[in-house]
């Protein structure tokens, strides 16, 4: 009860209770479970409070924010007819829940007995992501909001060839040499799982660096003449070409910390990137063309013929 007595005589119970010699994640159980042993687990142990509350809190958000925009969302994308549109919000709403339960149960990477589970649920949700990645790209350089069914499927064909061989590979790897792809928190990973990171993030820099040479380029007039899209470019390629560095680093401890940031960036803010730089803009689009249609039918019924008497 002594642990307790200093907790509430504190004004920073936190600081306290992580500063006292006597403190143990037993000790709290004991004293009255402050935190409850599940709970202090979750949230502070293998990565850290302030990895996962940023993770959780950022990816929790994001899926509050679809929820709330949800009815507007739909009755916009079924007045638009866009059918790439629709596939991939409904992607993104998929891709979404799954992230946020990969970052709500990051404690699983550090619990024996749910390697397994974890490996799985990171394959599925980091493969997820990059069918967003490969999807954005594929149906953007088809044109501005390209849709019919043969876009949908020409660019949903391309993505899901691209991530299915992304996740044989990966599932040999996992299950068939035993690697745990998806498990950092020891710092002793094999030096064959870094090599497959590093190709597989060489190949996505590879790719954004070529887009961003073709803006540049005589080649630019074959590419979607919107600002977003070169905003979004840029973004990718940065954070991809930095977690490239970070695989290449894998032996030293600062490799460690800059692959764990990008990751983290990765999974927190790459959703609401792509909701914000190119479906908010779909949705606005949208508002405007309603806009323009309701003014003519107020036109064409009389409204405003006495503005021009």
């Known amino acids: ?36 042993s599940g709970l202090y687990k979750w949230l502070v142990e293998c990565h850290g409070f302030l990895h996962n509350v940023v993770l959780i809190v950022s990816s929790l958000c994001f899926v509050l924010y679809l929820s709330f925009q949800a009815k507007k969302s739909f009755s916009k994308l079924s007045n638009g007819r866009s059918h790439i549109m629709i596939a991939y919000y409904g992607c993104l709403w998929l891709v979404s829940l799954l992230n946020l339960a990969w970052c709500c149960l990051q404690a699983w990477e550090c619990t024996p007995g749910k390697e397994v589970a974890w490996n799985i649920l990171s394959l599925f949700t980091k493969s997820g992501m990059l069918f967003l990645e490969v999807s954005l790209l594929a149906f953007l350089f088809q044109g501005n909001y390209a849709s019919g069914p043969e876009a949908l499927a020409r660019t949903f064909g391309i993505s899901g060839l691209v991530v299915g061989l992304d996740i044989i590979l ?12 998806f498990i950092d928190s020891n710092g002793q990973s094999p030096h064959v799982k870094w090599g ?37 470019i840029s973004i990718m390629f940065i954070l991809n070409a930095l977690a490239l560095f970070a695989c290449v680093l894998n032996g030293v401890s600062f490799g460690y910390w800059l692959y764990g940031v990008t990751n983290v960036c990765y999974h927190a803010f790459y959703l609401p990137l792509i909701y914000v730089t190119f479906l908010a803009d779909f949705f606005q689009e949208e508002d405007l063309r309603l806009e323009n249609v309701y003014y003519s039918e107020m036109k064409d019924a009389g409204f405003f013929d006495a503005d021009w008497e």
Do not use: C
Request: hydrophobic content about 50%; cysteine-free.
């Open 170 to 181: 990966k599932a040999v790897y996992l299950f068939g040499f035993g690697i745990p792809l």
């Open 1 to 36: 009860m002594r642990v307790l007595d200093q907790i509430a005589q504190s004004p920073f119970p936190l600081i306290a209770l992580s500063q006292n010699p006597n403190f143990s994640s037993s000790s709290i159980v004991k004293g009255g479970s402050f935190f409850g």
């Open 196 to 232: 497959l990171w590093v190709v597989h993030r060489l190949v996505l820099t590879a790719v954004y660096g070529i887009i961003l040479f073709m803006y540049h380029s005589k080649w630019r007039e074959r590419l979607p003449a919107r600002p977003a899209f070169y905003k979004y």
